[in-house]
């Protein structure tokens, strides 16, 4: 469960520009959809907002005073301390956190965060090291939106089916204990309500992919080896390209928009529920080994 949003500031919530006048700096550009996802979205799941920047600033300031943000630390380049010096005093950890950066001074942040279990993110310009490292890549630029498409990708992977946690964290752990080695190609029956499918494949190319969503189960996506893209939306946002076939439980949508895409790598297990349209596209030139949970809905 995530608890803390620990953001960057200058090229996460900026544009990474810097306007300098004679007297030194001399405006910020904030993104007023960022502002309204940190301020009115994240107190409804509890969540504390954070900003750790290593540039000092008045107008940064004056701008956390209107959102509400009180873990505001300026000035301080070795991030990775003083978020362990936050979570010290909150009685947090690192897997409790969803980061948000674009440059080197990130990294060591999102690596930890994101080997923790927690969730690491970055705007569609970071830097390539960052990209590599984090789950999720908005398709938004720093400073226009990438930080609330973060956010409302966090809120998405809570789920909104509070009352099946502890089933979704028993599938979970059943998924990730399996030896993918021993296991044969094909479905696989646990229970009335669980099955796996297990599965190699090529992703397919990034224009020749479509997204799909399903009503019946929740997906347990786990990745073996290979690595892909995984682009998700609202189901509400896409149009529908069929009907509901209810014997294989999908529905195809039309937009090929692209959306904010995670990376699945040997490791990652992603949760994806009714409301997330999905679809995968190539990362690198080889074949993608994965076991997919199906845990039906009470």
């Known amino acids: 469960m995530i608890r803390f949003l620990v953001m960057d500031v200058d090229g996460t919530l ?5 306007y300098m006048g004679a007297t030194g700096e001399a405006m910020k550009a904030f993104d007023v959809k960022d502002g309204c996802g940190i301020k009115e979205i994240l107190p ?25 943000i009180t873990e505001l630390h300026q000035g301080v380049r070795d991030k990775m301390r003083c978020l362990k010096r936050i979570l010290e005093t ?13 440059d080197l001074l990130d990294l060591p942040c999102i690596e930890s965060v994101r080997n923790a279990g927690g969730l690491a993110g970055c705007p569609s310009d970071a830097i390539s090291s960052v990209v590599d490292n984090c789950q999720f890549v908005s398709s938004n630029r720093s400073g226009e939106g ?8 966090i809120i998405s992977e809570q ?6 946690n502890c089933c979704i964290d028993d599938a979970i752990d059943y998924i990730m204990s399996l030896d993918y080695e021993k296991l044969s190609q094909g479905r696989h029956e646990v229970s009335d309500d669980f099955f796996y499918n297990v599965m190699e494949y090529v992703p397919a190319m990034e224009n020749e992919s479509v997204y799909e969503s399903h009503r019946k189960y929740i997906d347990i996506q786990r990745v073996v080896a ?17 009907e509901y076939d209810t014997l294989n439980d999908v529905v195809l949508y039309r937009d090929s928009v692209q959306r904010g895409r995670m990376l699945l790598r040997p490791g990652t297990c992603v949760v994806l529920y009714p409301e997330d349209a999905h679809r995968t596209a190539r990362r690198i030139d080889a074949p ?4 997919v949970g199906k845990l039906r809905i009470e």
């Open 44 to 68: 409804h799941y509890g969540i504390i907002p954070v900003i750790i920047t290593a540039r000092e600033s008045l107008i940064l300031q004056n701008r956390c005073a209107e959102l509400n």
């Open 226 to 242: 290979g690595e892909e893209w995984l682009y998700k939306a609202d189901v509400m946002k896409l149009h529908r390209a069929t």
């Open 90 to 102: 909150h009685h947090g950890s690192m897997g409790e956190v969803a980061y948000i950066g674009d």
């Open 288 to 291: 993608v080994k994965k076991i």
């Open 146 to 153: 990438a930080v609330r498409d973060f956010i409302e990708f």
């Open 159 to 164: 789920g909104s089916f509070p009352h099946m």
């Open 14 to 18: 900026t544009d990474g520009k810097i």
